[in-house]
T-cell receptor
Framework: GQQVMQIPQYQHVQEGEDFTTYCNSSTTLSNIQWYKQRPGGHPVFLIQLVKSGEVKKQKRLTFQFGEAKKNSSLHITATQTTDVGTYFCAPEKDSWGKLQFGAGTQVVVTP | SQTIHQWPATLVQPVGSPLSLECTVEGTSNPNLYWYRQAAGRGLQLLFYSVGIGQISSEVPQNLSASRPQDRQFILSSKKLLLSDSSFYLC?????????????FGPGTRLTVL
């Protein structure tokens, strides 16, 4: 079945630095969503990618979907303390909209 | 606007006791509803999925069950809790129909089984 691996599991970033988290699948994905969960909070939707090679930007966040639709990445530039949290990729599991959440990348930002 | 409610926010229950967690959605009709479980520092595991009243799909066999007695009400239950049921339980909804829509999560219930 479809499995996704997120790397790294943990990322310690100095404020102002850039970092990237990756989501890799063993199978071709129809689409992929990204969510952010603040410590103690619930996941909040960030973006959905559908097309091969798609790139979307949200301020300092850049999301990319691989050409083969088997991987995706989230790049954050000039990290701020507000970026603290766990970022999950979530490919669509089936045509009914169920999602397969990755294990997440926990991001800690030091001032 | 749409909102999703979950209660209680935290719960401490003894092993072997029953469980009932409730989730309600406002501001939308016939949503897809989901129950997830999240162990500390881990990803989300889909437990149950519903596309309509009385229609429940189970993703993982376990001692939990779900019901949807009303269009916008989703209940997670157990007859006898296990220690391993301690977790963070999240309810979510998405628009009706087939795939591709974002999911909106409730605030969650932190369950501790002692």
């Amino acid at each position: 079945g479809q499995q996704v691996m997120q790397i790294p599991q943990y990322q310690h970033v100095q404020e102002g630095e850039d970092f990237t988290t990756y989501c890799n699948s063993s199978t071709t994905l129809s689409n992929i969503q990204w969510y952010k969960q603040r410590p103690g909070g619930h996941p909040v939707f960030l973006i959905q990618l559908v097309k091969s090679g798609e790139v979307k930007k949200q301020k300092r966040l850049t999301f990319q979907f691989g050409e083969a639709k088997k991987n995706s990445s989230l790049h954050i530039t000039a990290t701020q303390t507000t970026d603290v949290g766990t970022y999950f990729c979530a490919p669509e599991k089936d045509s009914w909209g169920k999602l397969q959440f990755g294990a997440g990348t926990q991001v800690v930002v030091t001032p | 606007s749409q909102t999703i409610h979950q209660w209680p926010a935290t719960l401490v229950q003894p092993v072997g006791s029953p469980l009932s967690l409730e989730c309600t959605v406002e501001g939308t009709s016939n949503p897809n509803l989901y129950w997830y479980r999240q162990a500390a520092g881990r990803g989300l595991q889909l437990l149950f999925y519903s596309v309509g009243i009385g229609q429940i799909s189970s993703e993982v066999p376990q001692n939990l069950s779900a019901s949807r007695p009303q269009d916008r009400q989703f209940i997670l239950s157990s007859k006898k809790l296990l220690l391993s049921d301690s977790s963070f339980y999240l309810c979510a909804w998405s628009l009706a129909g087939q795939g591709g829509d974002e999911q909106f999560f409730g605030p969650g219930t932190r369950l501790t089984v002692l």
